[in-house]
């Protein structure tokens, strides 16, 4: 069955300091994979996502995330965080043909230490 | 603009009860969908609307019915609540380019 795992529940960064936010998935072909952010009692808003083509792809806020096939990953990094950037990332891998019906890691609380 | 707007924000049930949570969208998309976020879960689908006059179920329908009233509006409700069914529901619509936007959320409590 297709999954998405995000290791790491919570992770503390110092402002200022880089970000990696870690996404696994398991599904047979290659996904089309994204990146939500949350903030405290908002709903969700893309940060990015990879279709094809260029494995880097770059988003709203100064986030990037790279896909490798190999890995089955798709991480989620930004080389300078600010105390803004505190909040809750989901990875999210669509299941093909499915009317962009997406399967979502539990997420990653980001805490940023002044 | 408003996108995805939500109603309610906030609910308390007892079990047993009936509620029906509102969601619209004026950004004229054709798909969409109810979800529910509980804690250490993600999001889970509920159920989800490819168009207007089509509903299919998602992951966890159990416990729900919805409405796509028109291509603005797609209603989720809750026949007999059970404390099961305590969660943050969200309403979202996506753009032919996959981008899901979100309503702010709606936190239903059942006692």
């Known amino acids: 069955a297709q999954s998405v795992t995000q290791p790491d529940i919570h992770i503390t960064v110092s402002e200022g300091a880089s970000l990696e936010l870690r996404c696994n998935y398991s599904?047979?072909?290659?996904?089309?994979l994204f990146w939500y952010v949350q903030s405290p009692g908002q709903g969700l808003q893309l940060l990015l996502k990879?279709?094809?083509?260029d494995t880097l792809v770059q988003g709203i806020k100064g986030f990037e995330a790279e896909f490798k096939r190999s890995q089955s990953s798709f991480n989620l990094r930004k080389p300078s965080v600010h105390w803004s950037d505190a909040a809750e990332y989901f990875c999210?891998?669509?299941?093909?043909?499915?009317?962009?019906?997406?399967?979502w890691g539990a997420g990653t609380k980001l805490i940023i230490k002044p | 603009n408003a996108g995805v707007t939500q109603t309610p924000k906030f609910q308390v049930l007892k079990t047993g009860q009936s509620m029906t949570l509102q969601c619209a969208q004026d950004?004229?998309?054709?798909?969409m969908y109810w979800y529910r976020q509980d804690p250490g879960m993600g999001l889970r689908l509920i159920y989800y609307?490819?168009?207007?006059?089509?509903?299919d179920k998602g992951e966890v329908p159990n416990g729900y019915n919805v409405s796509r009233l028109n291509k603005r509006e797609f209603s989720l409700r809750l026949e007999s609540a059970a404390p099961s069914q305590t969660s943050v529901y969200f309403c979202a619509s996506s753009d032919p380019g996959r981008r899901l936007f979100f309503g702010s959320g709606t936190q239903l409590s059942v006692l």
């Open positions: 950004m004229n998309h054709n798909s």
């Open positions: 609307s490819a168009s207007e006059g089509t509903t």
């Open positions: 599904y047979g072909a290659t996904p089309y």
């Open positions: 990879y279709f094809s083509g």
């Open positions: 999210a891998v669509e299941i093909m043909d499915s009317n962009y019906q997406l399967i």
